[in-house]
């Protein structure tokens, strides 16, 4: 399938919209997944995207399962699709060991320092550092 068959005018629009950010408003149910999964398949069809590149994050790991089954069915394949969360945490033990110099706390410690962004997650590993704070969060609460 052509990831553009079947989009109405304005989803035409935000798909081949290939450069830069573009900003969705659209109320549920309305078509949104629809658009980001054709833009991130006709990025990858036209050859502006490399799969390998293309991060697709969401909110609920339920979505993240959509963004993915969609995006197989389209035919894409190496496109991460995940969750904020879990983008956030697999940052983390990534850099973890370059940053911090030795392994990632377990992930039940992890846990409160992911939930924000991995950019923010990381300056939160280095002030946890350097104020010795407890591993639970990375403002300092218990
Ligand atoms: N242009 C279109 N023509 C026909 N069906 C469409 C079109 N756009 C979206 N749909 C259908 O409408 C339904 C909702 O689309 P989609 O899941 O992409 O919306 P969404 O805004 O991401 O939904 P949600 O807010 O629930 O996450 C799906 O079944 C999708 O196939």
Redesign the pocket.
Known sequence: MNALD???EQ?REAVTALRGPVCVL?G????????ITRRIAHGVDTGAYSPGRVMALTFTSK?AGELRGRLRALGVEGVAARTFHSAALAQLNYFWPTLAGDRPPRSSTTRCVCLRTPRTALVGISIRRRCAMSPRTSNGAR
């Open positions: 079947g989009l109405d989803q659209a549920a149910g309305t078509g949104k997944t629809r658009v979505a």
